[in-house]
Nanobody, 125 residues
Framework: EVQLVESGGGLVQPGGSLRLSCAASGITFDEHLIGWFRQVPGKEREGVSCISNIGRGYYADSVKGRFTISSDNAKNTVYLQMNSLKPEDTAVYYC???????????????????WGQGTQVTVSS
């Protein structure tokens, strides 16, 4: 059984940082694309970042230069380091997994097979 469990969300002031974690079981990162998405009520789910099966990271323009995705294969965990947070980053953040090589479907949420339950990130003063 595949499980993805996000953690690390919370309340942070603008300009602050958070690190989200996505702990995976039942999959191996060398065969899966792992993506981070976010969603605000009433809006479509938005792709934020992904890391390919060979460890290459990709970012949406809205977070480029502020967010960094990484993976620890020994812990089967993907991280999303979020710096210089803005109020518009407020959302529920989800990690997702797709069995794929490369990152062709990085921001294509319907393609992903497995999803976590989400973690709330709130950026507010």
């Amino acid at each position: 059984e595949v499980q993805l469990v996000e953690s690390g969300g919370g309340l942070v002031q603008p300009g602050g940082s958070l690190r989200l974690s996505c702990a995976a079981s039942g999959i191996t990162f060398d065969e899966h694309l792992i993506g981070w998405f976010r969603q605000v009520p009433g809006k479509e789910r938005e792709g934020v970042s992904c890391i390919s099966n060979i460890g290459r990271g990709y970012y949406a323009d809205s977070v480029k230069g502020r967010f960094t995705i990484s993976s620890d294969n020994a812990k089967n965990t993907v991280y999303l380091q979020m710096n210089s947070l803005k109020p518009e980053d407020t959302a529920v953040y989800y990690c997702a997994a797709l069995e794929a090589r490369g990152a062709n479907y990085c921001f294509d949420s319907p393609e992903y097979d497995y999803w976590g339950q989400g973690t709330q990130v709130t950026v507010s003063s």
